[in-house]
């Protein structure tokens, strides 16, 4: 069972930064064998994909939303992938989830229902 711990969340005024972190432990056979990703869930609406990475290769997906301002990022060696979140907005105050599972012919997707496991949490609010 794969379990992913997330943290780094917190308060930050707009225009700020932060970074959060996902610690992956328990899953069936390699990490590089697995699609990590950030989902979000804003107050009153649906998760939405953030942002993905493949472990084997490295390769990245950014929401169009981030692009430039969000990067995700991976320490293989400590199995952790991270959201480096830069010029943040307002409307980046939501609760911001890990999820993981295994990568479908090497490629990940921001999609909810290609993540089999899903962290916790944690909260990041963005002030005017």
């Known amino acids: 069972q794969v379990q992913l711990v997330e943290s780094g969340g917190g308060s930050v005024q707009a225009g700020g930064s932060l970074r959060l972190s996902c610690a992956a432990s328990g899953y069936t056979g390699s990490y590089r064998s697995y699609c990590m990703a950030w989902f979000r869930q804003a107050p009153g609406k649906e998760r939405e994909g953030v942002a993905a990475?493949?472990?084997?290769?490295?390769?990245?997906y950014h929401a169009a939303s981030v692009k430039g301002r969000f990067t995700i990022s991976q320490d293989n060696d400590n199995d952790t992938v991270y959201l480096t979140m830069n010029s943040l907005k307002p409307e980046a105050t939501a609760i911001y989830y890990c999820?993981?599972?295994?990568?479908?012919?090497?490629?990940?997707?921001?999609?909810?229902?290609?993540?089999?496991?899903w962290g916790q949490g944690t909260q990041v609010t963005v002030s005017s």
């Open positions: 999820a993981a599972d295994w990568a479908r012919g090497g490629r990940c997707f921001l999609i909810q229902g290609t993540y089999a496991y």
């Open positions: 990475i493949y472990a084997g290769g490295g390769v990245t």
